[in-house]
């Protein structure tokens, strides 16, 4: 008998959020999927023309795209001293960066940073009060109320933020999402 796999990797189909928006991105343009899991929004934009690269500290789940023409794979422990921005994507910027279900607070700098003029951030991951539903729980993987659009509204220009409780959907609970362009340079994100 084979194990479980986690929760989030079970999930294989793209997130409508995403799916909504990444026409925004230009076409066949380069897209930084991170903290992928199993890759399904990299998965489903590399089907649609894009060059993508996925980042994950564990790339098991996405290794039969080892070979895949436009697809690169970086592993990498985001949370753990692997500063991807300025190590090995060091100078690299992107026309999309997809993010879902996943926060680390010290990479949103970086990421808007990491965006060509005219990019698109299309990022959705759990709130605050997420911890009556599931997992996460720790409060430093939850946004406060409004956080995404606060930290990202005045650096990039704001298209769609969404706010509040999912209920339907392979993962309930509370969820922040936004999409936004960078309309000309981004401006890097104070830190925290």
Known sequence: MTPEKPRHLQITEPSPWIIRFAPLIEAGGSVLDLACGGGRHGRYLLDRGYQVT??????????NLENRQGAQII?????????????????????GIVV????FRPLLGPMVAALNPGGVLIYET???????????RNPDHLLISGELLERV???????????GIID?????GVIQRICAIAETEPQPLDPL
């Open 153 to 163: 509204g005045g650096h990039l220009q704001v298209l769609a933020y969404e706010s």
């Open 126 to 136: 759990f709130g605050r009060g997420n911890e009556r539903f599931s997992r996460p």
């Open 168 to 172: 339907k959907g392979p993962l309930p």
């Open 75 to 95: 592993e990498a422990d985001l949370e753990q001293g692997d500063d991807i921005f300025s190590g090995l994507l060091a100078g690299r910027r992107f026309d």
């Open 54 to 63: 996925f980042v994950d500290r564990d790339i098991s789940a996405i290794g």
């Open 100 to 103: 879902s279900n996943y926060l």
